[in-house]
């Protein structure tokens, strides 16, 4: 009789090490969190003013307890880029096992905009300092809510960023959060990511792998001017059915003047194409989605359905990373909400006459000046928008300071078809204006 217990205690004690070992290496696939590199792939800038949101979940204490917990997974991550997202058995092993499906399990579950904030990600390279500066200017100044931004920026800006927002006034830093990180790419390939476009543009493909704790977000080029506050557009979340995952404006709406109906060498989304350079995001779906596609009859996740179709296409894209997402959409139209033009007005929606029913009903709401027209002569139309957000002080009056000075500059541009279309810059602007004095009245 004992040696049947004694075999049986070998029994347990064999069962309970083979289990470990077992948990040891699921917890090693399922962590996917933090296989970038701590220096260079996607982690935040300590020094920013940055609160902690990205990893804190819930208020008060639950939430610190959940944030210590996330900390000791990623305090031992691996500092490579690893395309089949598995972590080594010895890095976060055991210890960290129900973290790690808890962490994967909630993404669905706990939404990061549940606090209010809208998160804002923007990607800046070479000389787009100032540019950037104006757009998230432009966010500050009209929106009613908080706000996040995400920063990716070369290493010679990042310190231009902190120094500019941080020498803005107390009364408007209260009004957001930013974190700055670097740009990064995938090991494989870096290069050609980082050069596919404008510099550093391809960036934004990675913001789901790299922001992995973020649930949503609304990415913009540096070339934009909210006329209206991000709260609005963070809304069209609200109107995704259970199979959006992202939403983007058509890249024209005029079939005759399209790109991509007339050009294009690969699928693209729809009649004419999306414009990516205003992009709402649900990022825990698009993690989660297996995407159909053309290079193999398996759905793809995001991580995986990258690289291939880049290598497939790099000889036929012109616009870079939009084209791949064109590629992506035009294989998965049920996962796009197509907002209208407003959210993403561009010198093609007035060069040839207005071609944007609903600005013309509503007026612009966010303003893209494509192909440098904030910088040169030939949208005076856009620069005066841009220029008078860019000289405005924080302070003083906007109707006075800002709209006043505006309307004036933009009478001098009806020589253009933009410039005669130009109320309609406007039109929305002087609705934000108001209700952001209103505000500053009443917390006086």
């Known amino acids: 009789m004992r040696c049947y217990h004694q075999a049986f205690i070998l029994c347990m004690v064999s069962t309970f090490l083979s289990l470990l070992y077992v948990l040891s290496q699921l917890a090693s696939t399922l962590e996917d969190g933090d296989d970038w590199d701590l220096n260079k792939q996607g982690i935040p800038d300590r020094r920013s003013r940055d609160t902690g949101h990205l990893l804190r979940k819930k208020a008060g204490l639950a939430g610190l307890r959940d944030r210590e ?68 200017k432009s966010a500050v100044l009209l929106s009613r809510k908080p706000l996040h931004f995400y920063i990716f920026a070369e290493d010679d800006l990042q310190d231009h960023f902190r120094n500019a927002l941080d020498s803005w006034p107390r009364t408007v830093q209260t009004k957001f959060n930013y974190t700055i990180y670097p740009i990064t790419f ?25 922001l992995k704790e973020v649930d949503s977000l609304l990415y913009v080029d540096t070339d934009i001017i909210f006329l209206q506050p991000v709260e609005d557009i963070w809304a069209l979340l609200s109107q995704f059915n259970s199979s959006h995952l992202a939403a983007m404006a058509p890249e024209h709406e005029e079939p005759r003047i399209g790109w991509y109906n007339r050009f294009a060498r690969h699928p693209y989304y729809g009649k004419t194409g999306i414009n990516s350079g205003v992009m709402l995001m649900n990022m825990t779906r698009l993690r989660e989605k297996s995407f159909k596609n053309d290079m193999t009859t398996v759905a793809l996740k995001w991580e995986e359905i990258l690289m291939p179709l880049y290598q497939k296409y790099k000889l036929n894209i012109t616009w870079g990373d939009q084209d791949l997402l064109n590629i992506i959409f035009h294989h998965n139209p049920e996962s796009l909400y197509v907002f209208p033009c407003q959210w993403n007005y561009r010198p093609d929606h007035c060069i040839y006459g207005s071609n944007c029913q609903q600005a013309d009903r509503e007026g612009v709401f966010i303003l893209h000046g494509n192909r440098g027209v904030f910088h040169d002569d030939k949208q005076p139309a856009f620069r005066a928008v841009y220029e008078a957000i860019r000289k405005y002080t924080f302070g003083e009056n906007m109707e006075t300071s800002l709209l006043q000075p505006l309307e004036a500059s933009l009478q001098t541009t009806t020589n253009t078809y933009c410039g005669r279309a130009s109320h309609l810059f406007t039109k929305k602007l002087k609705q934000s204006i108001a209700s952001a004095q209103r505000d500053v009245t009443q917390r006086r």
């Open 69 to 136: 917990g996330l900390d000791r997974c990623r305090k031992l991550s691996v500092s490579y880029w690893n395309p089949y997202w598995r972590l080594p058995a010895d890095v976060c092993g055991v210890n960290c096992l129900l973290e790690s499906s808890i962490r994967k399990r909630s993404g669905s579950a706990v939404k990061e905009h549940g606090d209010g904030r809208s998160h804002l990600a923007v990607v800046a390279c070479g000389p787009r300092l100032e540019e950037t500066l104006t757009m998230l």
């Open 186 to 210: 995938p090991n494989a390939n870096a290069k050609e990511w980082k050069k596919l476009f404008k510099p550093c543009a391809s960036q934004r493909l990675f913001l789901p792998l790299i």
